[in-house]
Each structure stands twice: as C-alpha cells, then as structure tokens.
C-alpha cells in the first residue's frame, strides 16, 4: 500500500465514523419525535428517508474498505 492509499483508506474511516454518528442521532431524534406524539408526520418521514440514504451510503463505505476475497 502507498501512502496515497493509506491516507484515502483512512479518510473513508473517518467518513465513515461520522456518518454511522449521524444516523445514530437520526434514530434517537425519529424515537423521540414518535414517542412525544408532537412529531409531524412529514418530518418524521423526511427524518427516516435521511436515515434510510445514510444506511445506503455507509454500506458502500464499508464495501469499499472491505478487501475483495476470491474463494
């Protein structure tokens, strides 16, 4: 590996570290805007397509960290 490597691999860590932070806070944000019963429907549904691309993305961060492994 080069150092050109090593530090996009590193970036896609971090990238990834802060996405699955959001998508955390989504969820926490989803659960109490439901369970108040104050939360407006199309926010909340906004809030869970947001959450939903997040889950998508950090999938293909993970892919691509992930060393293909020819069986």
Avoid at 6 to 29: G, K, P, Q, S, T
Wanted: hydrophobic fraction near 40%; proline fraction near 3%; charged fraction near 40%.
């Amino acid at each position: 590996m080069t150092a050109r490597t090593i530090d996009a691999e590193e970036m896609l860590r971090v990238r990834l570290e802060a996405l699955r932070c959001e998508h955390r806070d989504l969820d926490a944000a989803i659960t109490a805007l439901e369970q108040s019963g104050r939360g407006d429907p199309f926010t909340i549904k906004r809030l869970k397509k947001k959450k939903l691309m997040l889950k998508d993305l950090i999938a293909r961060i993970e892919d691509q960290l992930t060393p293909d492994i020819i069986a």
